[in-house]
Antibody, heavy 122, light 107 residues
């Protein structure tokens, strides 16, 4: 069965960076885009960007341009999201999710990781 | 950015009742809308995509309708496991955006 298993909760200081991993299984990793979203406490979901695991192509939300880096390692079917220059308002649950399009981008998300909490606090 | 406004914020209903949830877009998004269900401590679950297409494994009591700027998710007869938060999401424009959610709670 399709699974996306993310790394664990993190606590970071302001100005630091965090890298969240998303280990996938149960399907062909390179056939489906991976998206990253986050939900801050009391807020709605916020889309951060996607990566095409086959080509490595990426698209980031303008809000995160210059601060976010999405990568993947096809040998271990894992996607990564790194966010730098953290501030307190980056405290959020960070999700990876699989795009539902098989070898094509759809913009909808059919499987999600469990979403670790990243806390930014001095 | 395209803003999605969901209403009501909370819907208090009893099992067996019909639930009607609304999602309004700030501009025309054609039919490029999805609905998700999320329960506490769980990841979201895709219910509906392209406004009216049920995702794999989703029961027939869930249906979606609408186009342009006004969309509806209907749960024809609430089951105990349907009490959760529901949110909409658009893929018509960048960035992809989500609604704030509607909580369906037991009356």
């Amino acid at each position: 069965q399709v699974q996306l298993v993310q790394s664990g909760a993190e606590v970071k200081k302001p100005g630091a960076s965090v890298r969240v991993s998303c280990k996938t299984s149960g399907y062909t990793f390179t056939d489906y885009y991976i998206h990253w979203m986050r939900r801050a406490p009391g807020q709605g979901l916020e889309w951060m960007g996607w990566i095409n695991p086959k080509s490595g192509a990426i698209k980031y939300a303008q809000k995160f341009e210059g601060r976010v880096t999405m990568t993947r390692d096809t040998s271990i079917t894992t996607a990564y999201m790194e966010l730098s220059s953290l501030a307190s308002d980056d405290t959020a649950v960070y999700y990876c999710a699989r795009d539902r399009g098989n070898d094509i981008w759809s913009g909808y998300f059919d499987y999600w990781g469990q979403g670790p909490l990243v806390t930014v606090s001095s | 950015d395209i803003v999605l406004t969901q209403s009501p914020a909370t819907l208090s209903l009893s099992p067996g009742e019909r639930a009607t949830l609304s999602c309004r877009a700030s501009q025309n998004i054609a039919f490029y809308l999805a609905w998700y269900q999320q329960k506490p401590g769980q990841a979201p679950r895709l219910l509906i995509f392209d406004a009216s297409k049920r995702a794999s494994g989703i029961p027939g009591r869930f249906s979606g309708s609408g186009s342009g700027t006004d969309f509806t998710l209907t749960i024809s007869s609430l089951e105990p496991e349907d009490f959760a938060v529901y949110f909409c999401q658009q893929r018509s424009g960048w960035p992809l955006t989500f609604g704030g959610g509607t909580k369906v709670e037991i009356k």
